[in-house]
């Protein structure tokens, strides 16, 4: 085949069927589970006014680096959304629903990354975000639901990790100690590590570049940072989790790349794929956010998991399976094609899946089509059947052969044909 004039660009790919159907499964089976749990959804815009982000941090390198930022016709600088929990919170201080409010949401998100696999730039996430409480039971809540999520795909596979980054002012505290402990070191960072160091200290945790491994080892533990306060939040998101039967590992070197996350901080690898990219999904507490974005200060935790990567996750464990859904009858009709149309129309009025062959084709190759579309029965009428007002009813995948209906009671036939 030639090559294509023009390609989906680069970072982003079509998803077709029955690819695109198993996704569509996928956000069910999340509607179902968070549902049950006393979430809602929220449909947010795919773009804001830019500032909406910027309050994610300017040291959140989505926000830094990776944001799709234009102009629009009105002279308004606006960006496509990087992530969502931005734009739910700005709903809230929009909206001010009652307190709890627990909202969900799915769609995709656009980051200007650097391609590869597992990392694109249009993924889909699938979350959730609770404001209001505070109680540590709701982190419990968050990390248990998406658990459940990945349990019921089947993915037998997924480590939790959790850490707390303490409050504001022990997060503080420990990026100036990290930030010494990388300074009196310099020479021995990475140059990436060392101008990461100047924005976002916390970020050095993150890198994988071998020289800087030994000092990142050596580095000053959060959870020896945590006030009194924030460590028994932190004792009883993990009870919760222990009563729960969740298991957990604590991570203390999970910080996550955006940089509004206070408290608890969490997130879900895979180990059926070894990649940088086995991160399926996370989140974690946010709970100077609505405030920054001016709304009443109001606490926040919330997780949002990538369905391209989770989905990735159960193709290496063999899990979450495409079905392949057919339509139930296919139409041949060699007379002109009207009876095909009307035919095809009653059956899917009465709820029968139903497709047909076009262009008037030879009966050879319609009854082709047929097969190839995977229907159980084929109707067919031929200028025999179109004489007599009748169709024939073909069994397509057994031996029950083929027999003759009156054209009024095709439909009421198929019904109980196909119960
Ligand atoms: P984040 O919003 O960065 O906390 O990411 C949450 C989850 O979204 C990650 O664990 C990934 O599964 C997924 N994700 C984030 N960025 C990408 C990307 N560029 N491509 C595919 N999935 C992504």
């Not at 996430?125 to 409480?133: D, F, H, N, S, T």
């Not at 990538?306 to 859904?325: I, K, N, P, Q, Y």
């Amino acid at each position: 085949m030639a090559d294509p004039i023009y390609r989906a660009p680069k970072g982003t790919h079509d998803v077709l069927w029955p690819e695109s159907a198993r996704r569509r499964a996928l956000v069910a089976v999340f509607a179902d589970i968070v549902e049950a749990a006393g979430y809602t959804e929220v449909v947010p815009p795919m773009f804001e006014h830019v500032e909406v982000f910027r309050r994610l941090g300017d040291a959140t390198d989505v926000v830094r680096k990776e944001m799709y930022e234009f102009e629009d016709r009105g002279g308004r600088h606006i960006a496509l959304r990087p992530e969502q929990t931005a734009s739910i919170v700005r709903s809230f201080g929009e909206h001010r629903p009652t307190l709890p409010w627990k909202a969900w949401y799915a769609g995709p998100n656009f980051r200007y990354e650097r391609a590869q696999k597992g990392r694109f730039r249009q993924f889909d996430q699938v979350g959730i975000e609770a404001l209001g409480p505070e109680d540590p039971h709701l982190d419990a809540e968050a990390i248990a639901t998406a658990w459940r999520f990945y349990e019921s795909l089947g993915l037998q596979q997924v480590t939790l990790l959790i850490n707390s980054l303490g409050g504001p002012e022990d997060r503080a505290n420990y990026i100036a100690a990290l930030h010494g402990h990388f300074a009196s070191d310099l020479g021995s960072l990475s140059e990436e590590s060392r101008s990461t160091l100047a924005t976002n200290p916390l970020r050095v945790l993150d890198s994988n570049r071998p020289e800087d491994a030994d000092l990142i080892a050596a580095a000053p533990d959060m959870l020896d940072h945590l006030s009194a306060d924030a460590a028994a939040h932190f004792d009883q998101v993990q009870a919760a989790l222990t009563g729960l039967e969740i298991p957990f590992t604590i991570q203390p070197r999970l910080v996550r790349g955006l940089d509004y996350y206070v408290r608890t901080t969490f997130e879900f690898t895979s180990g059926a794929f070894d990649a940088a990219q086995n991160a399926i999904g996370g989140g974690g507490r946010y709970d100077g956010l609505a405030e920054a974005m001016g709304a009443p200060a109001t606490p926040g935790v919330g997780f949002a998991l990538g369905v391209d990567r989770t989905l990735m996750a159960c193709d290496a464990e063999g899990a979450f399976e495409a079905t392949s859904s057919t339509v139930d009858v296919f139409v041949v009709d060699t007379t002109g094609g009207e009876a095909a149309l009307l035919i095809t129309d009653e059956l899917r009025r009465a709820g029968i899946s139903a497709d047909r062959a076009w262009d008037g084709r030879s009966m050879k190759s319609q009854m082709r089509a047929a097969d190839r579309s995977g229907a159980a029965i084929a109707v067919i009428v031929g200028d025999d059947e179109a004489e007599s007002g009748t169709a024939s009813l073909r069994d397509l995948r057994g031996d029950a052969g083929q027999d003759t209906v009156q054209r009024s009671s095709i439909t009421e036939t198929l019904l109980a044909r196909l119960k």
